[in-house]
């Protein structure tokens, strides 16, 4: 078997502290689009620059457009040229296009799937890939069903034995609930859930990695992680870009089941998970749940007392004019989708009563960023009362992107004869700390899901919990709309969203 | 991390070690840390002084103080440091001790801020240079893990005082002139330790690509079994660098429980059958290339022209012919201890392969 070849290979001791990917076949549905040319090749490249791949690995691209595995492979170099956090090295990527071919197909061909599996049979044959293969739906969502239905009609969902075959389906995981759910049974006609990863591309970056070190490798956070010390949380995704040419999805999405639903929600399970019983995928995953099943549902009024959504209207990006948002291309002038959201969430057990977690999400506003700042309570105002100084709360910020890091705010004495308090930052940068680049988020997705380890993927519960609590958000807004509020582009968001943090006496942090 | 480099200093250019190399600002050595703290006030805004690790270099090279600074800088880099430079001459006719204080700084990520690493360098000759222990204890910031690189051969008997205080022993077996009697003075460090010291060869961490593509040459199901067929094998290493194509054999002969044998350049295997190698003297890179031979089945690491990549070769009777193109990881110097500070955690492997080839570097 050629799994178990790879676990007791003596060679490997040592080397690598993770299982070597085995070798396999990675077909990519959609691999004419962004995702392939942006993250996936780029990603794979990277991975061979490293020699992370396994020795042996075929890259098929399926798509509808006819070209040839030359010019295919041309595209796919010049994506590489562009996009890899390595620059191209011509040596190198002529090794790795060698294992990079094309087959052409409609999605709801079914003949394309036979003469795929033929093809793959032919790729095991001369490359060595031992009849694994993985599955990476980069097409767009509603093309999801008709590639898994031709995939499980031609056998192609069921590996050999002691092979394995994979899916990894890209977000969003359906739209709502029910939709998730249908999405899910789909996916789940042919693959059962241990063969499937459901990606979020979130998951994969170093600092969300790095949370659950951060809690629970070091003894002075843990015991402070709790609603004695803790005040609120507050977790920021924001982005300068507008809708970019996705409005056709967006304007039918919005911000909070773009990003609220999967990646804030992840780090909010991250940030407030309990320390699971081991370092397995499930028993992570378990943990993770475990809090989304804890969410207070916000339903009804308390939708408005509790969220606020905006949308942008126009105004200026770095010294730019920008077009409100219902004046972008293939946008509807009269849309209510919210492309700011921000959200007072509670999560009712043990740990976190009483201890809001602030979520806000948005586009347009001044700076990319993505963190999570966890704020301590206040001293008591007994000590430095007299001396009239004010004294900020500590603060562990947690970078996710950009320039990832952990930061803490503290509060010093300014030299001096006199008692003055300053807050000061203890700064910790990846880029500055380690020596080595950090990798981008989806080589380490596609290497987990090589190796089979899904401990980075959503758990179909996740994702259907996730679904739960941000549709009885949705069926509130359905009600009525004139709580949108309107921001400008460029500005931190709508004055609302300020309002609901000032009342538990705080404010946004700047990032 | 952008690599512009500016070096910061307010004076030197006098009281040099070297005609062509400027060490930074002399400094008194006993005034080495108010010196600094000047350096710093008298800095702009947009510096900030870092320090992770004490790096220290410890050379009896004259002529490799330029080349160190430059190392240091590299290192300083991607590892903010305290970069303490020792160049020491214990036959100098006359004792004396002299100190410069310099700084690295480098623009991190995208802004105009400067992470800036401070260098202090030290020349000790004569009697002076039996003030190394007191030199590396007194300029250490602390708290932060000790990092001697040590490119010179080893003394003895060694200061246990000063090996006590290392975390992390840097060498480069390489470069030995009597590598026999370095090694054994390494075993001994490794086997009386009991500080949790790491002992890091520069030669082993370079190995570290030929032993990962090696490895990957075999997690094939079809190539696997052949580990247990190894019948001989065969490498091309630089004239005078026997012992790096010694350490990886060390390495696969503990990895597939091969033992030395009384025969010469050979092992044997646990089950009694005698597998001997050849190392033949080639100009070129310290290593490159290593043959496996395994009954018909050939697997062959070749590094390229260019020293960049590796091209593995395999000929398997009954399968297709394979060849395929893998990192081979960086020449430098400064690249290879970069691998090295970059990679946590002690060298088990090192020390085993160490006490396999200890017999055979001698013959």
């Known amino acids: 078997m050629p799994t178990e070849a790879l676990r007791t290979n003596p060679l490997r001791e040592g080397l690598t502290s993770r299982t070597m990917p085995d070798p396999c076949t990675l077909v990519i549905f959609g691999a004419t689009g962004d995702l392939t040319h942006r993250k996936l090749i780029p990603a794979l490249y990277n991975l061979a620059a490293d020699g992370a791949l396994p020795p042996a690995i075929s890259v098929v691209g399926f798509a509808r457009r006819d070209k040839s595995d ?96 994979r899916v990894i389906v890209e977000k969003p995981f359906g739209t709502d609930l029910p939709s998730a759910r249908g999405l899910n049974d789909l996916v789940q006609n042919a693959f059962e859930e241990s063969q499937t990863y459901r990606i979020d591309h979130y998951l994969g970056k ?163 960023g993505t963190e999570i700042a966890i704020h301590f309570k206040s001293v008591p105002p007994v000590l430095f009362k007299a001396t009239g100084e004010s004294i900020d709360d500590n603060v562990l910020v947690i970078r996710i992107q950009p320039d990832e890091g952990i930061s803490l705010r503290m509060s010093a004495k300014m030299p001096g004869s006199s008692l003055r308090i300053e807050p000061v930052k203890m700064d910790f940068h990846y880029g500055t700390s380690f020596g080595k680049a950090t990798p981008e988020a989806y080589e380490r997705l596609l290497l987990d899901a090589m190796s089979g380890d899904p401990t980075l993927f959503a758990r179909r519960d996740e994702v259907e919990e996730a679904w739960k609590f941000v549709d009885a958000i949705h069926a509130a807004w359905a009600t009525r709309s004139d709580d949108l509020a309107f921001y400008s582009s460029g500005s931190w968001g709508p004055g609302e969203a300020d309002e609901l943090i000032t009342r538990q006496a705080s404010t946004w942090r700047r990032l | 991390m952008n690599s512009s480099l500016a070096k910061l200093q307010l004076g030197g250019g006098c009281n040099s070690v070297s005609d062509s190399f400027d060490p930074g600002i002399p400094v008194e050595i006993g005034k080495i840390e108010k010196e600094l703290g000047h350096l710093w006030e008298s800095s702009d805004d947009t510096k900030t002084r870092a320090s992770l690790i004490n790096f220290i270099v410890y050379t009896e090279d004259t002529e490799s103080l330029s080349a160190d600074t430059e190392v240091i800088s590299a290192v300083a880099g991607k590892h903010a440091c305290r970069a303490i430079l020792i160049m020491a001459n214990p036959l100098a006719p006359v004792s004396e001790a002299k100190a410069w204080i310099s700084a690295h700084c480098h623009l991190a990520g995208k802004g105009e801020r400067q992470i800036c690493s401070e260098q202090i360098t030290f020349r000790l000759d004569g009697d002076s240079a039996h003030a190394l222990p007191n030199i590396v204890f007194s300029h250490l910031d602390s708290d932060l893990p000790l990092c001697l690189w040590w490119k010179a051969e080893f003394p003895e008997p060694l200061d246990e005082k000063l090996w006590g205080w290392v975390d992390r022993l840097i060498f480069d077996s390489s470069t030995w002139k009597n590598p026999a009697h370095q090694f054994s003075i390494i075993r001994h460090l490794s086997s009386s330790d009991t500080t949790g010291r790491v002992l890091c060869d520069l030669d082993w961490t370079r190995l570290h690509s030929w032993r990962f593509a090696l490895a990957g040459m075999f997690d094939h199901a079809s190539a696997f079994p052949c580990l247990s067929g190894v019948e001989s094998l065969h490498l091309k290493c630089a004239p005078g660098k026997r012992t790096t194509g010694l350490l990886l054999l060390g390495w696969l002969a503990s990895r597939l429980n091969w033992k030395p044998s009384d025969e010469v350049d050979s092992f044997i295997t ?94």
Not at chain 1, 89 to 118: I, M, P, T
Not at chain 1, 226 to 235: A, K, M, T
Not at chain 1, 309 to 334: C, F, M, T, W
Request: aromatic share 8%; with cysteine.
């Open chain 2, 270 to 363: 646990a089950d009694g059958k005698m597998i001997p190698f050849v190392i033949n003297a080639v100009p070129g890179p310290n290593l490159s290339l290593v043959s496996i031979h395994c009954g018909e089945a050939l697997f062959e690491l070749e590094l390229s022209e260019s020293g960049d990549f590796f091209e593995s070769r395999i000929h398997a009777p009954g399968t297709r012919d394979t060849r395929q193109i893998l990192p081979a990881g960086r020449g430098k110097i400064a690249d290879t201890l970069l691998a090295e500070l970059s990679r946590s955690g002690r060298h088990p492997l090192y020390t085993k392969s160490l006490e396999l080839i200890l017999p055979l570097i001698g013959k």
């Open chain 1, 206 to 368: 170093e600092t969300a990695q790095n949370i659950m070190v951060l809690r629970f490798a070091n003894s002075i956070f843990e015991g402070m992680w709790n609603s004695r010390y803790i005040d609120h949380v507050q977790i920021t995704a924001s982005e300068p870009l507008g809708v970019e040419g996705r409005a056709g999805y967006y304007d039918k999405s919005g911000a909070l089941r773009d990003m609220v639903q999967n990646h804030l929600l992840q780090l909010l399970c991250l940030t407030a998970m309990e320390p699971p019983a081991g370092l397995d995928a499930d028993s992570i995953r378990d943990e993770k749940v475990k809090v989304l099943r804890s969410l207070r549902p916000l339903t009804g009024e308390d939708v408005f007392k509790h969220v606020i959504r905006g949308q942008y209207s126009a105004g200026a990006i770095n010294g730019k004019r920008v077009a409100a948002y219902r004046d972008e291309l293939n946008v509807d002038p009269e849309s209510t989708t919210e492309t700011y959201v921000a959200l007072e969430v509670n999560v009712d057990n043990w740990r976190w009563a009483g201890v809001p977690f602030f979520i806000r999400v948005g586009k347009r506003l001044p700076k990319s």
């Open chain 1, 70 to 165: 030359e010019v295919f492979r041309t595209e796919l170099e010049e994506a590489a040229r562009k996009f890899s956090r390595q620059s191209l090295n011509d040596e190198l990527w002529k090794s790795f296009a060698s294992c990079v071919s094309y087959h052409r197909s409609e999605f709801d061909k079914f003949e394309g799937y036979q003469d795929l599996a033929r093809k793959l049979d032919e790729l095991d044959a001369a490359r060595g890939t031992c009849g694994n293969r993985l599955f990476y739906l980069a097409a767009s969502p509603d093309q999801f069903e008709v590639i898994l239905e031709n995939l499980r009609k031609s056998g192609l969902n069921k590996a050999r034995e002691g092979s394995w075959a």
